[in-house]
């Protein structure tokens, strides 16, 4: 099981749920961040921090984005399992699903 970020990230990337994560699992794309699953040990440290509630437990995550679990699954199809976000840094481009996406006003 794993946690995984939804569309109130897209075009924000706050970060204070990387700054919040023990085993820095949380990488960033062009324009929202992504949980992978492997790596992720489901404490739940990243959920309670996001300021626009975009982290829910896999299982919880709301039916209208749904297709986020896959996201954040597919994103690390190529890039694999670095064992750690900090030393890779931006990863280029995102999910389908986030680069199709007008872009999000969060004012």
Request: proline share 9%.
């Amino acid at each position: 099981m794993t946690y995984v970020i939804a569309l109130p990230c897209v075009d924000l990337k706050d970060r204070a749920c990387v700054d919040e994560c023990p085993v820095d699992c949380i990488y960033e794309g062009d324009r929202m961040l992504y949980i992978h699953p492997d790596e992720c040990v489901d404490c739940g440290a990243c959920e309670p921090v996001c300021p626009v509630e975009a982290i829910f437990y896999e299982d919880d995550v709301p039916e209208e984005w749904a297709e986020y679990y896959n996201a954040n699954v597919e994103f690390f199809e190529e890039v694999g399992s670095p064992g750690g976000a900090a030393k890779v840094g931006v990863i280029p481009g995102d999910h389908p699903i986030v680069a199709a996406l007008p872009l999000q006003d969060h004012s």
